[in-house]
């Protein structure tokens, strides 16, 4: 009997691409600056990346969606414990880190633990949370018109931006991680000087850039005491 593929609408969604390291330590390094010790919860980290990196910075458990996806990311992240639940967490924790998350949660699931109502229900009052998203308003989609790699669930930064206040966050800072990505108009990435300012931020540890310049949202949101 010959194997036949089936139809593209009945395969499994392909696993989503961890962060590239550059990202990963910038995204440490504004743990540190905006979130601060820990411990930490990483919601649905593709392959455990951010996961295994938070746990150089202190406590960390993980939140998946799936026990596939907590299985990828007990494989990426060994000794992290990982739950597929807010409830069975052993505590609310002051700290979180969504990166990439929203890009595959859709409308009707922003309230599941996985989405920003469960990120609300995991943080302890006054707790913080890292939030990372593709911009589908971003100058990067601009430059890269049809090459631009979309999400499974594209937003633009206003539309984030409104998910999360009406999740209950309060805005400490938004911005954008500017243009990474390249190249735009066939020009080498290190020669572009439109990707300087992304390097200077990624260097400096913090969140300067503003909203909608660049391939990323990047956001950090409190929960209210």
Known sequence: MIPTTPPSDELPDPAPAAPDRAARHWYLRLVRTYLGRGPFLDVAGAG???LAALARLGPVSGLAGSAGEAAAMRAGAPGCPVQLRVADLPARVPSLTAVEVLDRTPDS?????????????????????LV?????EGRGRDL???????????????????ILTGAGFEIVREGSDGLTRGPY???????????APA???????????????GERAVLVVRRPR
């Open 144 to 162: 890269a018109g049809a090459r631009w790699p979309a999400p499974p669930v594209p937003r633009g930064h206003v539309r984030i931006r409104e």
């Open 185 to 195: 108009g066939g020009v080498p990435v290190l020669l572009d000087p439109r990707t």
């Open 109 to 129: 699931a922003l309230d599941e633990d996985t989405g920003p109502g469960g990120w609300f229900r995991a943080l302890a009052p006054g707790g913080h949370a």
């Open 199 to 213: 390097r200077a931020q990624r260097s400096s540890g913090r969140l300067t850039l503003a909203a909608g310049t």
């Open 132 to 136: 990372v998203a593709a911009d589908a």
């Open 48 to 50: 455990g990346a951010v």
